[in-house]
């Protein structure tokens, strides 16, 4: 058997109990095999190669569309799930707001890092700020928050009477808590 002609394969298969099959199916059989030694059973055992080869492609794609709406469907709670935090010199539990460098810019992920009863350390996302440019924080220089999970990591600190930290790789800074006039300094005035 040739693993280059379906059609043919398939002939070959039945070919070797050919003997066994009904005088109608034989007869159908020997027409099949006429017309797949024609020139034009040669263009249709081709077009039967592509339309396997095509159908496969179809079945590859559904299955990797099925994979991509359960993915989907994971990820619209997914941002809720813990996050495993490595151990290190912060104190726990904390608010931290980690720099996340990307390809494409970077992200600030806002977490609450707290001790699970199991004993490892698991960040549980309060919010997420992306920015998209080419241009990277400045580890040299005071880490940035964003404006508004930089106001709530501030005003969370003071209400949850937790510390909290902006880290960029091995290098955290503290935030410092935001006192009622501060914070509603940094409201938006009504006009």
């Known amino acids: 058997m040739s693993n280059t002609d379906p059609v043919t394969d398939l002939l070959t298969i039945l070919g070797h109990h050919e003997e066994e099959l009904p005088v109608s199916v034989q007869e159908a059989f020997a027409k099949c095999r006429d017309m797949v030694q024609s020139p034009l059973?040669?263009?249709?055992?081709?077009?039967?190669?592509?339309?396997?080869?095509?159908?496969a492609r179809i079945d590859e794609l559904e299955?990797?569309?099925?994979?991509?709406?359960?993915?989907?469907?994971?990820?619209?709670t997914g941002w809720c799930l813990p996050r495993e935090v490595e151990e290190g010199p912060l104190p726990v539990p904390r608010l931290e707001m980690r720099i996340e460098v990307q390809q494409w810019g970077w992200t600030w992920t806002y977490m609450l890092v707290r001790r699970h009863?199991?004993?490892?350390?698991?960040?549980?996302?309060?919010?997420?700020?992306?920015?998209?440019?080419?241009?990277h924080p400045d580890a040299s220089k005071s880490l940035d928050l964003p404006i508004r999970d930089g106001v709530h990591i501030a005003f969370d600190a003071r209400f949850l009477s937790?510390?909290?930290?902006?880290?960029?790789?091995?290098?955290?800074?503290?935030?410092?808590?935001?006192?009622?006039?501060?914070?509603?300094?940094?409201?938006?005035?009504?006009?």
């Open 41 to 55: 059973g040669t263009f249709a055992a081709n077009i039967g190669r592509q339309l396997l080869r095509d159908q």
């Open 63 to 76: 299955e990797r569309v099925g994979s991509l709406q359960g993915q989907m469907r994971r990820s619209e």
């Open 162 to 191: 937790l510390p909290a930290f902006v880290t960029l790789g091995d290098r955290a800074e503290r935030v410092e808590p935001l006192d009622d006039a501060r914070y509603f300094q940094a409201l938006p005035k009504k006009p």
């Open 117 to 135: 009863f199991l004993g490892n350390l698991e960040g549980l996302m309060l919010g997420s700020t992306e920015v998209r440019t080419a241009r």
